[in-house]
């Protein structure tokens, strides 16, 4: 079975500051990783994902996430925040399947984060 | 291209009592998902389509929802009779199905999703 594992469910950074926001998956066989930002009163909206080619996956607005799998991590980072990146960010996992098609798409709890000037 | 669309975006309703969302995804994607997303929590799959066959529904509470996919294209959710703990966000979710060249890697597009509160 596979599992996602979200570490912090709230995260405060200042405005410009590193973000730093952790992923950890449990999966028997190679996985193919997510991250999903969620704005107020919206849907989500996916920022990466990791599909087995380069390790470093570089998405929207600046975010990127390595994935490690010595450390069965995923963790989501930028450089620099800015208060638009407020917002609810969820980690999901899934797997290609034999038969055609993927598992299903399984998300952690979410990390909320809030950024301040 | 348009996105997944939803409705209604907001449903308050008494316990007891039912009610029913609908989905119209991406024009083209064959698989179909329902997900509940309770406050502070990811969300949870509920049902998943692959054109109008049901793939995967294991954590579809059986007893008071229920779902359809007529002609492989919209979907509606039905909650009867509803109970406080339904309280959530309905989001739906669409993808191409397969994979192959030219297909994004489980990639889900999500609506905007439907809040539900139960009184």
């Known amino acids: 079975a596979q599992s996602v594992t979200q570490l912090g469910s709230h995260v405060s950074v200042s405005e410009g500051a590193l973000v730093l926001l952790r992923c950890n998956y449990s999966?028997?066989?190679?996985?193919?990783l997510f991250w999903y930002v969620q704005y107020p009163n919206q849907g989500l909206q996916l920022l990466l994902k990791y599909t087995s080619a380069a390790t470093l996956v570089k998405g929207i607005n600046g975010f990127e996430a390595e994935f490690k799998k010595s450390e069965t991590s995923f963790h989501l980072t930028k450089p620099s925040a800015h208060m638009s990146d407020a917002a609810e960010y969820f980690c999901a996992v899934t797997r290609p399947l034999i038969s055609g098609g993927y598992n299903k798409l399984i998300f952690g709890a979410g990390t909320r984060l809030a950024v301040h000037p | 291209e348009a996105g997944v669309a939803q409705s209604p975006r907001y449903k308050i309703i008494e316990k007891r009592q039912s009610v029913a969302f609908w989905c119209n995804p991406i024009?083209?994607?064959?698989?179909l998902y329902w997900y509940q997303q309770i406050l502070g929590q990811g969300p949870k799959l509920l049902i998943q389509?692959?054109?109008?066959?049901?793939?995967?529904d294991s954590q579809l509470p059986k007893d008071r929802f229920s779902a359809e996919r007529l002609k492989g294209v919209d979907s509606t959710l039905k909650i009867q009779p509803a109970k406080l703990e339904d309280s959530a966000v309905y989001l739906c979710a669409s993808s191409l199905a397969g994979r192959g060249r030219g297909r994004i890697s489980g990639e889900l597009f999500f609506g905007e999703g439907s809040r539900l509160t139960v009184l």
């Open positions: 389509f692959q054109n109008n066959g049901v793939v995967d």
């Open positions: 999966s028997s066989v190679p996985p193919y």
């Open positions: 024009s083209g994607h064959a698989t």
